[in-house]
Structure formats: structure tokens, C-alpha cells
């Protein structure tokens, strides 16, 4: 009797642990939450595979002509089986945009779309990675320009993410209900991120700025350690008040954004030793390239289930019925991640030789990452004074 109850104990217990597992999930239905983890799947998979057209596919792609006015660069031929790539990406992902939009409950025909059928998605996703590479090379070139702008959209959708999350969790933080709990935490959190922000600022001044002709690099760094600055003081400005948290925290995010900028420069740049040292150390620059890559596709993930910062009427209350996130905002990021990625890969140049292990490399990177850590300061410091505006103006409308 107790080997019969306990193994119909154990038949329970395994039975619940199916039913909560991530496979029983798959194989029970369409499942919302678990298909971005597949979304997301697909898209690493498509960027490992970009990589490895551009490093490892001179040979299969030696009969492709060349893009017009690169300058025969031994992986030069890469550049275009990346744009390739991407597009079949960007098509895959912009179907699934079109096909979700307007998907607001569970269980509807457009849910079902997008959480199941993953045999006919994956066949479909297959061959939209193979039909770009029949196609004229004008056109890929064009892709390419267009692809400018595309990447240009995501890494603004992704800034207005990032803010968006910093203020959210300034305002919890300092909301009547969390206020006195949290002071010590929010305290300490402060402290830490305005240590790791003048910490970096110093090191990057030791590390490149070796001479005083690095005029570039000690623009970048001191125009960084001013927009710091200049965000803590409109922050804890009276009328705003919004604390030493949220600065801080976006400190840290300017200051990594004008770290990867300078990292972006050449190696063979006189101000970067630090290049030149990973260039000369191969698992450095493995590493370094591989965390790129994922931190790259955990960026497009993370800012494509934040559809709710970007809605302009927020409800408090939702239904039991409605999807957990915006599908055709997530497959946009994705495709718009697409672009991004091969902007990467490309170092944002079509003529620009790539070398093996390297990601967003050369001069163009460097300003495209700098005039985004200054787009980033300013719409943190527009977030803080938008509402004083508006509330301005209410006044002055009512009086």
C-alpha cells in the first residue's frame, strides 16, 4: 500500500512538474511567453550565420559580384553575404510585424500565429534567408542604405527603452509607498553608480589618452563627464526633484556608450593601445566579440517585450484575455534589429574592410555611438522637464 501511494505521488508530482515545464508548454499550445525565447532563438542563430558568411564564406561567395566601389579588401566579399543575410532577416521579421498588428487577445487567430506554427515559420525563415542571395547586388546595395536608417530607428527605440526603465524605477523608488523602505538602497545604489561613473571616466583618460594630441578622445570623454553633470543638475533641480538615482544610473549608461565608442576607433589609431593590445591577443578579441554579439541580441529581446513604454495611453488595469506584450512592436524591433546588426558586422560602412573576430570597428561606429550617448542625455533630460512644460502650458491656456 505505502509503494503504491508513494508512487502515485511521485506520477503527481512529475506530472505538475510537465505541466510547468518549458517543453510541456511548447507541446501543450501556443504559448505567448515562450515564442519570444524562439524569436529570439532565430535571431541569434541568423546573426551567427551573418558572421560567418562575412569571416569564413570567401569561398562560397567568390562567384557573387562585389559591391560597387570596395576597394578589394581580402573580407570585403564578406560585407555583402552580411546585407544578404540581413535582409532575409528583416523580411521575416517585417512579415511577422505586418501579420500581428492589431493583436490585442489570447486565443485569437493572429495569437495563434504568432505563438504557434513554428514548422511552417521555420521553413518560411529558411527560405527568406536563402532568396536574398539570388538577388541583384543593386539591390542588396540599396538595402544597405536603407539600412542606415533602420539600425538608426532601433538604436532610438532602445535609448527611449533604457530611459524609460531608469525613470520608472526612479519614480518606485521614491513614490510614498517605497520612499522611506527604499532610502538606504536608493542611497547606496547612487553612491555606486557615480563611483563607477568617475571611476570610468578616469580610466579612460589613463587608457586613451596617452599623449596630448588625442584631441578626439579627451573631447569625448569630457564632453561625457559634462552631460553627467548637467543631468544631475536639472534632476535635483527644485521644481524637478527627481533625486540622485536616475542620473546615476544614466551616467552609467553615457559613459558605457562613450567607452564602446572609443573602443570602436581603428587599432591602428595612436590614442587606442588598448585596440592595438587586443588585436594582438586572439582569445581577447574572441571574447570580446562573442559578448558583443550576445549582449547585441539580448538588447533587440529585452527592448522588444517593452512595447509599454511607448504606448501614449496607459491602463492601469488589464484583462485576463489580452496578449502580455506588443506583438507587431516586438517583431518590429526585431526587424529593425536586423539592420542594426548588420550595421554592426559592417562597422555601419558597405565599403569598409572587416577583419576576422571584429564588430563595429572604424570612425563611423565611433560617431554613431557618440551622437547616440548625446541623443540618450537628451532625452532623459527632455523626459525630466517634459511634464513642467506641458504643466506650464496648461496654466497659461487656463489663465
Not at 523602505?181 to 568617475?198: D, G, H, K, Q, T
Not at 533587440?300 to 517585450?305: A, D, H, P
Not at 506583438?327 to 546588426?341: D, E, I
Request: charged share 15%; glycine share 6%.
Amino acid at each position: 500500500m505505502d509503494s503504491s501511494r508513494n508512487s502515485s505521488r511521485n506520477s503527481e508530482r512529475f506530472n505538475e512538474f510537465m505541466e510547468e515545464s518549458c517543453c510541456s508548454q511548447f507541446c501543450m499550445g501556443p504559448n505567448p511567453w515562450m515564442a519570444r525565447y524562439l524569436y529570439g532563438l532565430i535571431f541569434l542563430l541568423t546573426n551567427l550565420m551573418a558572421w560567418g558568411i562575412r569571416d569564413y564564406g570567401q569561398s562560397f561567395l567568390t562567384e557573387m559580384e562585389r559591391l560597387e566601389g570596395c576597394q578589394g579588401g581580402r573580407y570585403c566579399l564578406g560585407t555583402e553575404g552580411v546585407l544578404r543575410v540581413s535582409l532575409g532577416c528583416f523580411i521575416f521579421y517585417f512579415i511577422m510585424f505586418l501579420s500581428t498588428a492589431g493583436a490585442t487577445k489570447l486565443n485569437e487567430r493572429r495569437d495563434s500565429w504568432h505563438s504557434g506554427w513554428w514548422s511552417a515559420k521555420i521553413v518560411i525563415w529558411i527560405a527568406l534567408l536563402v532568396l536574398p542571395f539570388f538577388v541583384p547586388s543593386v539591390v542588396i546595395e540599396l538595402y544597405g542604405e536603407i539600412a542606415h536608417f533602420g539600425a538608426g530607428v532601433f538604436l532610438l527605440v532602445q535609448l527611449i527603452s533604457v530611459t524609460s526603465f531608469i525613470k520608472w524605477l526612479n519614480d518606485c523608488c521614491l513614490s510614498e509607498k517605497n520612499a522611506d523602505r527604499c532610502r538606504i538602497n536608493v542611497i547606496l545604489l547612487s553612491a555606486a553608480a557615480y563611483i563607477v561613473c568617475f571611476v570610468g571616466i578616469v580610466l579612460m583618460y589613463i587608457w586613451y589618452v596617452p599623449q596630448p594630441s588625442c584631441l578626439a578622445n579627451i573631447f569625448f570623454i569630457t564632453w561625457t563627464l559634462v552631460l553627467l553633470q548637467l543631468m544631475t543638475c536639472v534632476s535635483v533641480h527644485p521644481k524637478v526633484n527627481a533625486g540622485f538615482l536616475s542620473p546615476g544610473l544614466m551616467g552609467l549608461y553615457v559613459v558605457f556608450i562613450c567607452w564602446c565608442a572609443i573602443r570602436s576607433e581603428p587599432p591602428s589609431n595612436t590614442c587606442n593601445r588598448r585596440a592595438e593590445i587586443a588585436t594582438s591577443a586572439d582569445w581577447l578579441t574572441i571574447i570580446s566579440f562573442i559578448i558583443a554579439l550576445l549582449a547585441m541580441v539580448i538588447a533587440t529581446f529585452s527592448t522588444g517585450i517593452d512595447s509599454k513604454s511607448f504606448q501614449f495611453k496607459k491602463d492601469e488595469a488589464e484583462a485576463e484575455d489580452e496578449v502580455p506584450y506588443g506583438y507587431a512592436f516586438f517583431h518590429f524591433v526585431f526587424a529593425t534589429g536586423a539592420m542594426y546588426f548588420a550595421m554592426l558586422l559592417i562597422s555601419w560602412n558597405a565599403h569598409h574592410t572587416m577583419r576576422k573576430w571584429t564588430i563595429d570597428v572604424g570612425w563611423t561606429s565611433t560617431w554613431v555611438r557618440i551622437v547616440n550617448e548625446w541623443l540618450a542625455a537628451c532625452v532623459y533630460i527632455w523626459m525630466l522637464v517634459a511634464p513642467l512644460i506641458w504643466k506650464n502650458r496648461r496654466n497659461m491656456e487656463r489663465t
